[in-house]
Antibody, heavy 118, light 110 residues
Framework: EVQLLESGGGLVQPGGSLRLSCVAS????????MSWVRQAPGKGLEWVSVITTRGDTFYADSVKGRSSISRDNSKNTLFLQLDNLRAEDTATYYCGKDVTGIAGGDIWGQGTMVIVSS | QSVLTQPPSVSAAPGEKVTISCSGS????????ISWYQQFPGTAPKLLIYDNDNRPSGVPDRFSASKSGSSATLGIAGLQTGDEADYYC???????????FGGGTVLTVL
């Protein structure tokens, strides 16, 4: 079964950091464009970041300079490092395969919740 | 503010057809493939349409989509109460080098 499993969310104070993980099974992370998408409570989906098969990385303006997407091919895992967290970063974070690509995001994780609050 | 614009809500009666529009520009929908997603509360999005008008296996043919220029449309025929969900369009924006989702459309089946 093809599956993505996120972890690493939690409660963090403003200005803090978190590293989200997304472990893939049944698909190879390095062979796919992998994205992070977030959804604030009661709000719509917001694209956050993508790492391409070539390793190129792109970020939404809302997180640029405060986040870093990466992957560990040996662990078949995608990461999102979030630094200098703000209240507006509070959201459920999903990892997904090729969510804005030609093949569409047919594989998504279940999401991990990040709450930024003092 | 998303670069893709969707109506906040649409509604129709069971059995009817509804369309959801997604308006963009030449740097996103006009140049790249668009995807459509369905999301129920508390769950991850589900891919409905990829590459503008293609349905993944398992998605009923009641769901269809088209693209023309910088706009796209999702159609849902034979509406069922189980179709009540949020629907999102998504595309890459080549000018901004970012992915983008529309603001989402809430479908109500009256």
């Amino acid at each position: 079964e093809v599956q993505l499993l996120e972890s690493g969310g939690g409660l963090v104070q403003p200005g803090g950091s978190l590293r989200l993980s997304c472990v893939a099974s049944g698909l190879t992370v390095r062979d796919n464009a992998m994205s992070w998408v977030r959804q604030a409570p009661g709000k719509g989906l917001e694209w956050v970041s993508v790492i391409t098969t070539r390793g190129d990385t792109f970020y939404a303006d809302s997180v640029k300079g405060r986040s870093s997407i990466s992957r560990d091919n040996s662990k078949n895992t995608l990461f999102l490092q979030l630094d200098n967290l703000r209240a507006e970063d509070t959201a459920t974070y999903y990892c997904g395969k090729d969510v804005t690509g030609i093949a569409g995001g047919d594989i998504w994780g279940q999401g991990t919740m990040v709450i930024v609050s003092s | 503010q998303s670069v893709l614009t969707q109506p906040p809500s649409v509604s129709a009666a069971p059995g009817e057809k509804v369309t959801i529009s997604c308006s963009g520009s030449s740097s996103n929908i006009g140049k790249y493939s668009i995807s459509w997603y369905q999301q129920f509360p508390g769950t991850a999005p589900k891919l409905l349409i990829y590459d503008n008008d293609n349905r993944p296996s398992g998605v009923p043919d009641r769901f269809s989509a088209s693209k023309s220029g910088s706009s796209a449309t999702l159609g849902i025929a034979g509406l069922q109460t189980g179709d009540e969900a949020d629907y999102y369009c998504a595309a890459w924006d080549g000018r901004l080098s970012v992915g983008s989702f529309g603001g989402g459309t809430v479908l109500t089946v009256l």
